[in-house]
């Protein structure tokens, strides 16, 4: 079961950070976590992956729970540009024929 | 820098028609996808081709054909469209079919009427 869970909506304003949730309680010790974003009428577009450590790049970070049922994407200062659907995603291998997209949580930034 | 490139952005079909949905990637990366999103749901994927020469299945390959033209090109074809068929249409591709890193088209955006 690749399943996970994320709120179907979330709301911030700009210019503050933004925690987007996510649970996967059935996770295996190989799954990967990854994030993907799709702004309004555009393909999706990579955010972050990891599989246990925290990780950070140019866009985002990553936190993980040491349990590894659930993970966080956070963005450290939100813009109007960062409205979109975001995804979270587990695969038990890394490659883009293994990602799976639910209906992922729409972010809607306050301006 | 182009990126993914996805002709033609919009069509519209007739019942049984066919066509070729179009992608090419100016990255030099090994493998490409083909998915489907429609209204209010999440992608799904159609084929992908891990590297030239080779394609494979997704999770709803039927109905649809593809051919992996050469590194940079692999096509999409309806051979007789359905109105199941209507939904926005993805390539992506990634430098390898480990690569979990992949860069999505704008889509095309297919109604068959």
């Known amino acids: 079961d690749a399943k996970t869970t994320q709120p179907n909506s979330m709301e911030s304003n700009e210019e503050e950070p933004v925690h987007l949730p996510c649970n996967h309680s059935t996770i295996s010790g190989t799954d990967y976590i990854h994030w993907y974003r799709q702004l309004p009428s555009q393909g999706p577009e990579y955010v972050i992956h990891?599989?246990?450590s925290n990780v950070n790049n140019r866009m985002a970070s990553l936190a993980i729970a040491e349990d590894r049922k659930s993970s966080t994407l956070i963005l450290h200062r939100a813009t109007l540009r960062d409205a979109a659907v975001y995804y979270c995603i587990r695969t038990w291998i890394q490659g883009a024929q293994k990602l799976v997209f639910g209906q992922g949580t729409r972010l809607t930034i306050n301006p | 820098n182009a990126g993914v490139t996805q002709t033609p952005k919009f069509q519209v079909l007739k019942t049984g028609q066919s066509m070729t949905l179009q992608c090419a990637q100016d990255m030099n990366h090994n493998s490409m996808y083909w998915y489907r999103q429609d209204p209010g749901m999440g992608l799904r994927l159609i084929y992908y081709s891990a590297s030239e020469g080779t394609t494979d299945k997704g999770e709803v390959p039927n109905g649809y054909n593809v051919s992996r033209l050469n590194k940079r090109e692999f096509s999409l074809r309806l051979e007789s469209a359905a109105p199941s068929q209507t939904s926005v249409y993805f390539c992506?591709?990634?430098?390898?079919?480990?690569?979990?890193?992949?860069?999505f088209g704008q889509g095309t955006r297919l109604t068959v009427v």
């Open positions: 992506a591709s990634s430098e390898s079919e480990l690569n979990t890193e992949a860069f």
């Open positions: 990891g599989l246990t």
